[in-house]
């Protein structure tokens, strides 16, 4: 699945997880991706993946777009 995620400065995705492997790759602005008790400043151009069932949050520094891909684990 491919989801294009759009948010405005300042909004957030509280904690959850996924069912399965996830990535995430900012395709404008600025995001902070917080997991395991580590964040990532992600700007324009950079990309993440985690695991699955990893609890992460998402907070936008500026208004961004990202791509969220995510893999269900067989």
């Known amino acids: 699945r491919i989801v294009l995620v759009a948010l405005h400065a300042g909004a957030e995705m509280r904690e959850h997880t996924a069912?399965?492997?996830i990535s995430v790759q900012v395709l404008e602005g600025e995001i902070l991706f917080r997991a395991n008790q580590q964040t990532a400043q992600l700007t324009q151009g950079q990309m993440l993946a985690l695991h699955e069932r990893i609890p992460h949050e998402v907070t936008a520094?500026?208004?961004?777009?990202f791509l969220l891909t995510l893999a269900p684990v067989a």
């Open 19 to 21: 069912e399965g492997i």
């Open 61 to 65: 520094i500026q208004e961004s777009v």
